[in-house]
Structures are given as structure tokens and as C-alpha cells.
């Protein structure tokens, strides 16, 4: 993820971009965003670059940090909410997605999607990542999440993690413990440290058999989750002992509409939204939601979504 936010003063663009000329790398201006993620809604970005390689993300973060603008890096762009007003600095879409096998041991880079992770380890006989079918993001985006589904985390399997930190400038290796995990929580949520790559701790399994869980995993999915429609994933953690999707399907909200954004009819803690839909109003559907259900059932729902960018203009509408 990363810091990138509110409006950037047009001096500190202009020294991020003639330090990127210098160092000979080029990021275009005013990029949308939309398209690059699920929900498809928000804004454009200050500035926009790709990188292919671990070596060339840490460039563009560094260049970021020296430059004193703020960055955030871009996975496949789910669980995601880009305010239409943008997203301030320079995003970095994370391409990186070298993955290496060794007996039982993954190694890959942050940028690799999670589906093609589960089918090299199907491949190889590795049991263990088989939920990960059901995460729509990288790898470095599940690790900040602590992603999980079909009763499996990422904290079950991940060995250890690289990761750059923004305050040093030094690349960190952390052990699982050192990650602070939680039910949708890591300390990269809240240290601004950027995953980098990891290494997963798997164990051996029949190909048929990982690739059936697979596909069941899979097959339930798609019965369930409205994968047709523009969406980001599950807008809200699920609160102890109970499920998010229940709770607002019982307070009679599936169906509901704000502008563009609807709750699906099909799975309750999803939002989708219409083609050129408005990131205000899945914010404004997801506080009324929010709402509803505690003033219903006294549920404090919290965000698994995560809304970025500069929302000023939208809050003060509201």
C-alpha cells in the first residue's frame, strides 16, 4: 500500500519528476485508476509508474521518498476504494511477480497474482494455499490484509516477509511473528513498511486431490459472490461470532441503492457498482449500511474495504 492521499503541491511534483528524469525513469501524469481496480470507480493519479522487478519498485519508492512526495503501490487493485477526486503523489502498480519453488518452500515477489500462485503450487504437489483461489489480489496485498477465506489465512502459511521501510530506507526480513497478524490486520497496515516478497511454508499432496479443493473452492464462489458485477471484495470484516453478509441481509439492505452503488442481491457484503460508477457513493451506501445495522442490531461494522485517496470533497457533501 503506502501514504499517497490528498493533493500534492505542483513544486514537490515538479522535483519527483526531474529527479525521475535524472535517474532516467519515466512516470506519466494524471493516470486513471479506475481500471485498475475491481470496483472500477475513482479517480486519476498524480503521478504513475510500473514496476516489473523488486529492484525497480524500490527505485520508485526511493525516488518518492528523496523527492519528499507521498507513494502508494497498486496490486490487481480489489478490496480497494479510489476516491473520484484521485489519489495524490505517485502509484506504483507492483508487476513484480517472480515465484520460485524449493521442496516445500514458495518464494514470490509481492506483485504475483494469488490464482497463479495456488496453480504452481497445484502443480508442484504443494498443499496448503488452496484458499488463496479465493483472494483476488497479490500476494503483498494479501500478506497486508491477512487475507483469508474457506477457513485459511495467510498468517497459516507465510514463513517469513521482506519488506522496505519508508523511515530507514532499509529492507527488512521478518520472521511470521514479527508480522503482527490478526483477523484482517498486519503491522503493515499500520507501519508503512511495503511488502516486498515472502516466503510460504507449504506441504506436500496430490495433485488431484489439491486441484479438487481447488475447484470446489472455486464452485462456491462463483454460486456465491456476484463476480459478474464491478466489485472489491467483502466491504465488512466479519464481527465475532456472526457474519457481516447475515446481518445486513436481515436489516432488509440487500438491493439498496445509492447513485451507482448497490448492494448485491446475490451476497449482502458486497457492493457493486454501475459502469462509470461514483466512489462517493459506495462510501455514502457503506455508511448507510453501517448504520442500519447498528441501529438494528447495535453490530458496529468495520470497513474490510479500504478507501484511499482524497475524500474531502466527498465528506463534505455529506
Known amino acids: 500500500m503506502g501514504d499517497a492521499g490528498v493533493a500534492v503541491a505542483a513544486a514537490d511534483l515538479a522535483r519527483l519528476d526531474a529527479a525521475a528524469t535524472e535517474a532516467g525513469v519515466e512516470l506519466r501524469p494524471d493516470v486513471p485508476l479506475a481500471p485498475l481496480t475491481t470496483l472500477r470507480v475513482g479517480g486519476a493519479a498524480d503521478r504513475f509508474a ?49 515465484v520460485s519453488i524449493d521442496g516445500t518452500s514458495l518464494r514470490a515477489e ?19 494455499l488452496e484458499f488463496g483461489i479465493s483472494i483476488p489480489g497479490t500476494l503483498g496485498g494479501a500478506i497486508w ?52 516478497r515472502a516466503g510460504v511454508s507449504l506441504g506436500p499432496g496430490e495433485r488431484d486431490r489439491i486441484a479438487e479443493r481447488v475447484a470446489g473452492h472455486q464452485a462456491q464462489r462463483m454460486a456465491t459472490q456476484p463476480l459478474a458485477d464491478q466489485n472489491a471484495g467483502s466491504v465488512f470484516r466479519n464481527p465475532p461470532g456472526d457474519h457481516a453478509g447475515r446481518l445486513i441481509d436481515a436489516a432488509g439492505l440487500k438491493g439498496r441503492r445509492v447513485g451507482t452503488a448497490a448492494v448485491s442481491t446475490l451476497h449482502a457484503n458486497f457492493i457493486v457498482t454501475d459502469r462509470g460508477g461514483r466512489a462517493a457513493d459506495v462510501r455514502a451506501l457503506g455508511d448507510l449500511v453501517r448504520e442500519a445495522v447498528e441501529e438494528r442490531f447495535g453490530v458496529s461494522l468495520v470497513y474490510e474495504i479500504e478507501f484511499v485517496g482524497d475524500w474531502s470533497e466527498a465528506e463534505g457533501a455529506t
Open 145 to 196: 490484509a491477512n487475507a483469508g477465506a474457506h477457513g485459511g489465512e495467510m498468517r497459516d502459511v507465510v514463513k517469513w516477509v521482506e519488506a522496505w521501510d519508508p523511515k530507514t530506507d532499509d529492507v527488512l526480513r521478518l520472521a511470521n511473528a514479527d508480522c503482527a497478524f490478526a483477523y484482517r490486520e498486519s503491522r503493515f497496515k499500520h507501519s508503512g513498511e511495503v511488502v516486498l
Open 110 to 128: 509481492a506483485g504475483a497474482p494469488m490464482a497463479m500462485l495456488v496453480k504452481r503450487c497445484t502443480a508442484a504437489g504443494l498443499a496448503g
Open 50 to 98: 510500473e514496476a516489473h522487478t523488486v529492484a525497480e519498485l524500490l527505485t520508485l519508492l526511493r525516488l518518492a521518498r528523496n523527492a519528499r512526495v507521498p507513494s502508494f503501490v497498486l496490486g490487481n487493485g480489489s478490496d480497494l476504494v479510489v476516491a473520484d477526486a484521485g489519489l495524490g503523489g505517485l502509484v506504483i502498480r507492483n508487476r513484480a511477480r517472480e
